[in-house]
């Protein structure tokens, strides 16, 4: 099967890496212990309590490129020679102040200056959180009026949107806004519908997030295809399935409104695979960006862009979490596939809310975590063997 080269997958591993990756995945597919040690890190990590030491070699190793720019550019080197694209990402999530909205956006264009160093790096990526508080989404998407405060806030969020597009389309780097909880998403969608209006004329340079386990997605996209037609730009869209599955359900059920998500993976699964058939089929307007380390899916596209012809240099990416998928990553680029791998970086203590989120993510798709685990061992194994 092609995406079960381990050799080819894990070269890049050492014994040792591999079996420490085997005993985090392991942890990490134990909810009751994920949910205990998380609450155990916020609680230390509240009270200032350096606990740096418990995961330098362990998750962070695992799941981070590097601490700082020279470790990162590192690993997209080690990429680059497999043919495989990065993308960089400051992935610190401790923003409480509007200073920290400001250095946030700081470190996002400076992360576009990684592209200037490997040319392997032709995305950027930022959380909408990362640039604007979520009470100020959340309200915009409602339509609720704004004090001059929140007004204030909300031009800033633009201001620092539209920076980054800039950025992007002065470096030639593509951008890629992700998603998040429905309850702001509305807003982030505003804002980068109109950019992707401004900037996506000729060639597509920001790329929007749809999550298809939202039930209003497939006609959300169908709509954003017409408007995209009549207002003449092109659309990028990076698809993924959608990481705020508990999240949405608890909060619709303490409000009491209808969960806006699928209540089976089936449907989210073929609500996906219809959103790529429409996607594929309209390559003249869209770039596809393919989130996912789901194998059917991925086995799906490049059925069909083989049975229509379709050039394996169009702009049709497939991107993996770094840490995880090596074996679609490793095994797509191998045949030529444009294959971007997500690499965040940032110091230990700043990336820690990311690394829980990883977790809790692993738990919660229980599947994934096996999969990685079963593919450890059979390269272990292989190891043995020869
Ligand atoms: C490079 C990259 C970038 C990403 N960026 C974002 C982003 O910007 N925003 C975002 O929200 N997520 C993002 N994700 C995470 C993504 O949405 C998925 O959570 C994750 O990739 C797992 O889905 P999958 O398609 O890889 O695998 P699969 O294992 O096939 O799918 C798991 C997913 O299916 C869905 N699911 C599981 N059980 C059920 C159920 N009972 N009912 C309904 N649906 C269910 C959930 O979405 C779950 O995450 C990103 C992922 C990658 C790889």
Not at 340 to 345: G, N
């Amino acid at each position: 099967m092609l995406f079960d080269n381990t050799k080819r997958a894990f070269h890049l591993k050492t014994d040792f890496d591999l079996k420490k990756a085997l005993i985090i995945f392991k942890l990490i597919s134990s909810k009751r212990l994920v949910s205990i040690v998380s609450r155990l890190v916020y609680f230390l990590y509240k009270i200032n309590m350096s606990i740096n030491f418990l995961f330098k070699d362990t998750v962070f190793k695992q799941f981070c490129a590097g601490t700082n720019k020279q470790e990162t550019l590192e690993i997209v080197d080690q990429l680059s020679k497999s043919k495989i694209y990065s993308y960089v990402h400051y992935a610190s999530e401790n923003i409480k102040t509007d200073e920290d909205l400001d250095l946030s956006l700081k470190q996002i264009l400076s992360s576009f200056a990684f592209s200037k160093l490997n040319k392997n790096i032709s995305f950027v990526v930022f959380k909408p959180t990362s640039l604007g508080f979520s009470d100020i989404y959340q309200k915009h998407s409602l339509n609720k009026p704004l004090n001059s405060i929140g007004k204030e806030s909300f031009n800033k969020i633009k201001f620092r949107f539209e920076a980054c597009c800039k950025k992007a389309k002065d470096l030639k780097v593509k951008l890629l806004i992700d998603a998040e909880e429905s309850w702001i998403q509305d807003s982030i969608d505003n804002l980068t519908e109109s950019l992707m209006e401004k900037y996506n004329k000729k060639n597509v340079i920001v790329y929007t997030t749809i999550q298809m386990y939202r039930k209003d997605r497939y006609d959300y996209l169908i709509n954003l295809h017409k408007k995209a037609l009549i207002k003449k730009f092109k659309i990028g869209v990076k698809l993924v399935r959608g990481a705020y599955i508990e999240k949405e359900f608890n909060r619709s059920r303490l409000l009491g409104y209808e969960n806006p998500i699928y209540s089976t993976k089936k449907e989210t699964d073929k609500s996906f695979n219809k959103a790529v058939n429409f996607i594929l089929k309209r390559l003249e307007v869209f770039s596809l960006f393919l989130a996912t380390h789901n194998e059917k899916s991925i086995y799906n596209v490049i059925r069909f862009m083989s049975k229509n012809n379709i050039s394996k240099k169009r702009e049709i990416y497939f991107s993996q979490l770094y840490g995880m998928g090596d074996n679609i990553t490793f095994n797509l680029s191998h045949l030529n596939y444009k294959v971007v791998k997500y690499l965040p970086y940032g110091p230990i203590k700043d990336v820690i809310p990311y690394l829980i989120r990883r977790a809790e993510e692993n738990t919660s798709v229980s599947g994934q975590t096996s999969r990685e685990m079963e593919l450890i061992k059979k390269e272990i194994k292989r190891r043995k063997l020869n």
